[in-house]
Nanobody, 124 residues
Framework: QVQLVESGGGLVQAGGSLRLSCAAS????????MGWFRQAPGKEREFVAG????????GYTNSVRGRFDISRDNAKNTVYLQMNSLKPEDTAVYRC?????????????????WGQGTQVTVSS
């Protein structure tokens, strides 16, 4: 069982930056591919970024490419999402997710464990 806890959300002005963290329990974190998803009210949850267990490959949805950066520190059992040049349309609840696989997935159904979510609000 993997427990995931997100932190770092909050209110930020457009153009600003936030770094989200997802801390995982357990001794097998390095075996899990990780993803970040977000969901705004009335909208479907969407994939934001993913990273392989080793951290050697990453992927992003087109709307955040070039602005967001996913990384992980397996020694700290933590995955990060650095968000720069934030826009009001980035406002959502952000959740991290884990799956025991060699590759991340863009599909939420592929993930086994989820954090509780952290709210990101970007004002104009």
């Amino acid at each position: 069982q993997v427990q995931l806890v997100e932190s770092g959300g909050g209110l930020v002005q457009a153009g600003g930056s936030l770094r989200l963290s997802c801390a995982a329990s357990g001794r097998t974190f390095s075996s899990y591919a990780m993803g970040w998803f977000r969901q705004a009210p009335g909208k479907e949850r969407e994939f934001v970024a993913g990273i392989r267990p080793s951290g050697g490959a990453t992927g992003y949805t087109n709307s955040v490419r070039g602005r967001f950066d996913i990384s992980r520190d397996n020694a700290k059992n933590t995955v990060y999402l650095q968000m720069n040049s934030l826009k009001p349309e980035d406002t959502a609840v952000y959740r991290c997710a884990a799956r025991r696989a060699s590759f991340y997935s863009t599909e939420q159904q592929a993930y086994d464990f989820w954090g509780q979510g952290t709210q990101v609000t970007v004002s104009s």
